[in-house]
C-alpha cells in the first residue's frame, strides 16, 4: 500500500497539505526566515510516534477493560548538534491517571503496540535507540 503526501509551497518558508481532509501548514521561526504559521517539520517526528503509540496503547486496553482517568504520551528526542540535525534517540513516557490501575496490563499494552502494532516506532526503532516508561499519577 502506497502513501502520498502532495507539500505545496506557499511563499517564503510555508508549506501545506492536506491529509484525510485536515489541513496542515508547516513554516519555519522567524529567526530561520519563517513567519511561524505553523509547527517545525521535525517535532512531527515525534508527535507522529506519540499518536501511533498512544492510539494502540488506548485501543489494547480497551480490549483488556482496563480503565483510566487520562493518558498522556510524551515523546523526548535528543537532537545533534551538527548538521545534518536530526533525533540521535527517543524517549517515550506513558502517563496514566487512575486509581488501583493494573500496572502489568499497562506494561502488556506499550509492549504490544512497540513489538507489533505502531508502525512509526518500528521504523524508528532501526534508526535510532528508542527507550519506554509508564509513570502512573493519580
Request: aromatic fraction near 8%; proline fraction near 5%; glycine fraction near 8%.
Amino acid at each position: 500500500m502506497k502513501s502520498t503526501v502532495n507539500l505545496k509551497w506557499t511563499g517564503n518558508m510555508s508549506w501545506e497539505t492536506e491529509l484525510f481532509g485536515h489541513k496542515l501548514v508547516l513554516d519555519a521561526a522567524p529567526e530561520n526566515g519563517g513567519e511561524d504559521k505553523g509547527p517545525r517539520p521535525k517535532p512531527l517526528m515525534l508527535t507522529a510516534l506519540a499518536g501511533c503509540t498512544g492510539m494502540d496503547v488506548v485501543s489494547i486496553l480497551k480490549k483488556m477493560r482496563v480503565e483510566f482517568e487520562d493518558l498522556q504520551v510524551i515523546v523526548e528526542g535528543d537532537m545533534t548538534e551538527e548538521h545534518p540535525k536530526y533525533y540521535e534517540k527517543m524517549h517515550v513516557i506513558y502517563q496514566f491517571k487512575g486509581k488501583d490501575l493494573p500496572l502489568d496490563k499497562l506494561q502488556k499494552a506499550v509492549g504490544l503496540s512497540e513489538e507489533k502494532y505502531c508502525g512509526v516506532s518500528a521504523l524508528y526503532k532501526k534508526a535510532i535507540p528508542l527507550t519506554t516508561e509508564i509513570r502512573i499519577v493519580e
